[in-house]
């Protein structure tokens, strides 16, 4: 196998860094099982032609991640861990949003596997060294941001987030800003202050998952309108809006997960003025609006507002990291007020160290400087990831072409033997999220969705070809049902 490991001199990825994702990738996929043992530092750089120093980088960032194990005396082997295969969970044999939920954040921490299962930044991008540099910067101050802060959050911080939001046209005061600990806090306050269990609240179908949790956990009732590539039906809302009594409108406006669609401004116009005639609130979920591949980013409905139905909710999750756990929140003012309160009764608030780094991150204008390096590394997978389905998928399967964002989803043909498609890809050391945790009524089980955040495009090439063989191969197998036939037949 290690024959096999090809480098291109010509790339910028760094020769270890190659060295040990091709090893990963072979392990991932059961080439090297457990126990293999790997050839000698001196043995593998002679046989690649680079320097021993390359070699030892590469093994040791793979030890220092789990894959591998070196034992002095006998040698370097790849571990028991990495290949241990992960599973998606299930409760009276379904997956649910709580167990997809559970699985993917496990699965990312996971060795032995690749994961286009979940929407996350690619951790090697993350802006360490100026994230840092920022957390240092507060060394002077820890009698400061080691105490408790202000529940709406820090005031250095809310200023520059009044300034960031102004670059997405969102005109606010630091005083109408409401730190929160990512977007799932901020809907969840927003649902607690909004709702009591039994009320409706309307969701774009598919929707987030977590969201869709949370709905669950609170005891709500899911409204479904379709979502199309210029974003929600609006008609569906209409109807329903007409006929019911809607707490809010869940949406994702901007580059949607899981579909990837971006609302048209048309019909943000007109989203707006049916809140208004209808008499319900819109929480928008804006946690992807600064990733856009081909324009500038979409306005969002908040920028257009003038009544005061939205309800504006983004974080860092996605364009710096996710493990900042910080975000942001624009309500009308006696609801900031009430969320605010409850709050309180959550957590006091955010840890005013990361808050004050990240005013200072934006202060010095490392965000812009952040999103410049990484577009054109987001839009380049996003590329990979469309050329990948293009090439590979069998005919009968479809999938949407996101403008930005992280997401893609797969619609394969109806078929029962789709069903097993997560898991029979995940055997292969390849996760992709089931789709049916995405709808509200879990009705349907044809549809995935793959993120393209976390790889490179090579990785993103090979986990789409792996994938499409399988749903080629359980196609092949399963007794054909009227939908796929009808998928086929024309190219039999
Ligand atoms: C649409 C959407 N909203 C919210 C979240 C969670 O965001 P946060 O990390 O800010 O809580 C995600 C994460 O994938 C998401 O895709």
């Known amino acids: 196998m290690l024959s096999t490991i090809t480098l291109n001199r010509a790339s910028s990825t760094p020769i270890y860094r190659q060295i040990g994702e091709q090893l990963k990738t072979a392990i991932a996929e059961g080439k090297l099982p457990a126990g293999t043992q790997l050839p000698t530092v001196r043995q593998l750089a002679a046989e690649l032609g680079v320097t021993r120093l390359t070699v030892q980088t590469a093994y040791a960032e793979l030890q220092s991640g789990g894959w591998i194990e070196a034992t002095v005396g006998r040698g370097t082997f790849v571990s028991a861990q990495a290949t241990m295969p992960p599973r998606w969970s299930t409760v009276n044999g379904a997956a649910t949003p709580a167990t997809v939920i559970g699985d993917l954040l496990q699965m990312g921490q996971a060795q032995g596997m690749r994961s286009l299962a979940s929407a996350s930044p690619d951790p090697e991008l993350f802006p360490a060294a100026e994230f840092w540099a920022n957390l240092e910067s507060q060394r002077n101050h820890t009698a400061l ?274 069903h097993d498609v997560p898991r029979l890809v995940l055997q292969q050391g390849w996760a992709v999220a089931p789709g049916s945790v995405f709808l509200a009524d879990a009705s349907a089980n044809h549809h995935l969705r793959i993120c393209f955040g976390a790889l490179p495009d090579e990785h993103i090439r090979r986990g789409v070809e792996v994938l499409a063989q399988v749903i080629r191969q359980q196609l092949e197998n399963a007794p054909p049902s009227a939908d796929v036939l009808e998928a086929w037949l024309p190219l039999l």
């Not at 609130?281 to 856009?292: H, K, P, Q, S, T």
């Open 145 to 418: 941001v080691g105490g408790y802060g202000p529940a709406q959050g820090d005031a250095t911080l809310r200023i520059e987030l009044a300034a960031h939001l102004s670059e997405r046209s969102i005109e606010v005061t630091p005083e109408d800003v409401l730190v929160v600990a990512g977007v799932t806090q901020g809907v969840s306050l927003v649902a607690q202050a909004l709702a009591q269990p039994g009320d409706c609240i309307l969701v774009e179908q598919p929707t987030y998952v977590g969201f869709l949790h949370q709905l669950r956990a609170y005891g709500l009732q899911p409204l479904t309108t379709p979502v199309d590539a210029d974003g929600p039906s609006l008609a569906v809302v209409e109807q329903l809006a007409a006929t019911q009594r809607i707490r809010f409108f869940y949406t994702i406006p901007s580059f949607q997960n899981p579909t990837g669609s971006c609302m048209t401004p048309a019909r943000r116009q007109q989203l707006l003025a049916l809140a208004d005639r209808y008499d319900f609130f819109i929480v928008e979920d804006d946690l992807y609006g600064w990733l856009a591949y081909d324009d500038a980013p979409p306005t969002p409905l908040k920028a257009a507002d003038v009544n005061q139905r939205v309800i504006y909710v983004t974080s860092f999750s996605k364009t710096l990291m996710p493990g900042l756990r910080l975000g942001m929140l624009v309500a009308p003012t006696a609801l900031r007020e009430r969320l605010t309160a409850l709050r309180i009764a959550a957590d006091l608030g955010s840890p005013l160290l990361l808050q004050r780094a990240l005013a200072a991150f934006l202060h010095r204008g490392d965000f812009r400087r952040h999103l410049r390096r990484i577009l054109p590394i987001y839009r380049q997978r996003r590329n990979a990831t469309l050329r990948a389905c293009e090439a590979f998928m069998p005919p009968g399967v479809q999938w949407t072409r996101p403008h930005g964002g992280l997401c893609c989803w797969l619609t394969l043909p109806a078929h029962p033997a789709m």
